[in-house]
């Protein structure tokens, strides 16, 4: 079946700048992520979905990213006056469910957006 | 979450086991021990995880020391393909929306060489 997908691979952008991340996580998994990967180095929490709401967005580096899930599937994260250390690969991964069994957790990640802020 | 210690990089010849260890010395008792692995501009995907039980599965197995501190992932016949980077991550997981998030390290870089 279809994976988790994110759109676009790449955005290229300049500084100041709005972008927008989008991932369409895995038909019906209730848990959706998003990590943010710096080069040479593991991904970094940013954010989870349960549902439509925010459980944790604690990893959110400050107030210019924003993440919304408004019908509980796709996700967009959204960084505004983008700056040239936002620039990473964002990566999105969906859970059957965050609660229960150790498998239920297992996450599935998406490719990947490459975020080039110049 | 508990915190894990892995070597940078290893080497492996095609073929031959691939033993990739992990410290894991603070785990707690409802901590799990999970392994993913990241293939070059992909994203982490998951190998197995595993309680205090020996684990396999089609891709690995995993071995858990019997006071819980270490565990080595071990795919049995390396090919190239398995060229990656492994991560150990340790991970309670919560019968409530808090804290399953993964905290991934650096991992371990595994080149399979021919």
């Known amino acids: 079946g279809a994976g988790v997908s994110q759109t676009p691979s790449n955005k290229v952008t300049e500084k100041g700048k709005y972008v927008e991340l989008r991932c369409d996580p895995i038909s019906g998994h209730t848990a959706l992520y998003w990590y943010r990967q710096s080069l040479g180095q593991g991904p970094e929490f940013l954010i989870y979905?349960?549902?439509?709401?925010?459980?944790?967005d604690s990893g959110l580096p400050n107030d210019r990213f924003f993440a919304v899930r408004p019908e509980g599937s796709v996700s967009t994260l959204k960084i505004q006056r983008t700056e040239r250390g936002d620039s990473a690969v964002y990566l999105c991964?969906?859970?059957?469910?965050?609660?229960?069994?150790?498998?239920?957790?297992?996450?599935?990640f998406g490719p990947g957006t490459r975020l080039t802020v110049l | 979450d508990a915190k894990t210690t892995q070597p940078t990089s290893m080497d492996c010849a095609e073929g031959r086991a691939a033993n990739l260890p992990c410290n894991h010395s603070?785990?707690?008792?409802?901590?799990?021990v999970y392994w993913y692995r990241q293939i070059h501009s992909q994203g982490p995907q998951y190998i197995i995880h595993g309680l205090k039980n020996n684990e396999t599965n089609e891709m690995a197995s995993l071995i858990i020391t019997e006071d819980r501190k270490s565990s080595t992932l071990i795919l049995p016949h390396a090919t190239l393909r398995d060229t990656a980077v492994y991560y150990c991550?340790?991970?309670?997981?919560?019968?409530?929306?808090?804290?399953?998030?993964?905290?991934f390290g650096g991992g371990t870089r595994l080149m399979v060489k021919p």
């Open positions: 603070t785990i707690s008792g409802n901590e799990y």
């Open positions: 991550i340790v991970r309670g997981v919560m019968n409530n929306n808090a804290g399953n998030m993964l905290t």
């Open positions: 979905f349960q549902g439509t709401g925010a459980a944790d």
């Open positions: 991964a969906s859970s059957l469910r965050s609660s229960g069994g150790a498998r239920a957790n297992e996450q599935f």
